[in-house]
């Protein structure tokens, strides 16, 4: 794998953006980090950049000379739609447009989400050409995303892994996460395929670990060569013995996306 001159990850104060930081040093020279606060101080081989999202030309100025992006940033939980509008929705156009008019052109990671596909039965097997099903205004905005993502990639060129990711935490904690859950060593390994390939497109991707009760099929993306190595079945007694499995109407048994199916539309 080439090393790249500078990666640059948003959201880097975020759950999974702190591990990205923690343990993506080794692609770049030097990580650009961005958030809207709450970073710290920038390590040896680090650059701190505060702005936020929805600030055109700050974006721009961030992702100016950038080899590649782990884009975490943005609106994570269902909210109201003014605030997912400015991350997620604005944000996502200024960080493609600053990849435009950039003078490396950078190869983008996009944290999509299992929410994109939310509506989706739990008995559903999908794969990269499965309709997309969001299951509230979070899920359309991640929608947009990967849209977004395909349009720069047939336009301009420029490359986009797109990730549903889908509960990645230390552990799944609850009967749903048996299917969703990603382990912070298979999303490491990921992003590290992804960045290696000589040649990437604007691929879907379901970010889950080879779990036996997955509900998603990744044989689109074969050619990455990611071998997710860890599975939720060790977990599966754990979570028996704490909790009985939701009932067979419940959301969080029906759906893929879970609860964010039963949530109503976030107002002021």
């Not at 190869?107 to 559903?124: L, P």
């Not at 009985?244 to 107002?267: K, L, M, N, R, S």
Request: aromatic share 8%.
């Amino acid at each position: 794998m080439t090393k790249m001159n500078r990666l640059l990850i948003t959201g880097a104060n975020g759950g999974l953006g702190s591990v990205c930081r923690d343990r993506l040093g080794h692609l770049a020279t030097t990580l650009r980090l961005n958030a809207r606060k709450g970073l710290g101080d920038a390590r040896p081989n680090e650059e701190i950049v505060y702005c936020d999202l929805g600030d055109k030309a700050a974006v721009e100025a961030m992702v100016e000379g950038c080899d590649g992006i782990v884009h975490m940033g943005g609106q994570s939980v269902e909210a109201k739609w003014d605030t997912i509008r400015n991350a997620n929705i604005d944000g996502m156009f200024n960080l493609y447009e600053a990849a435009r008019k950039s003078s490396t052109q950078p190869r983008i990671i996009f944290a999509s989400s299992n929410h994109a596909i939310g509506f989706h039965k739990q008995s559903d097997r999908l794969d990269a050409r499965s309709v997309t099903r969001p299951d509230g205004l979070y899920g359309v905005s991640k929608v947009f995303g990967e849209a977004l993502a395909s349009m720069y990639h047939d336009k301009f060129g420029i490359e986009t892994a797109s990730i549903r990711i889908g509960s990645c935490f230390p552990e799944p904690v609850n009967h749903r996460m048996l299917s969703t859950w990603m382990s912070y060593d298979d999303m490491v390994q990921l992003i590290e395929r992804i960045f290696a390939v000589p040649r990437l497109g604007c691929p879907i991707i379901y970010g889950a670990s080879a779990n036996a009760a997955s509900w998603w099929d990744n044989r689109e993306v074969a050619y990455l060569g990611w071998q997710p190595k860890d599975s939720s079945e060790v977990f599966r007694a754990k979570i028996d013995a704490e909790m009985d499995p939701p009932p067979a109407d419940d959301p969080t048994a029906v759906y893929q996306g879970g609860a964010f199916c039963a949530d109503g539309i976030h107002e002021d």
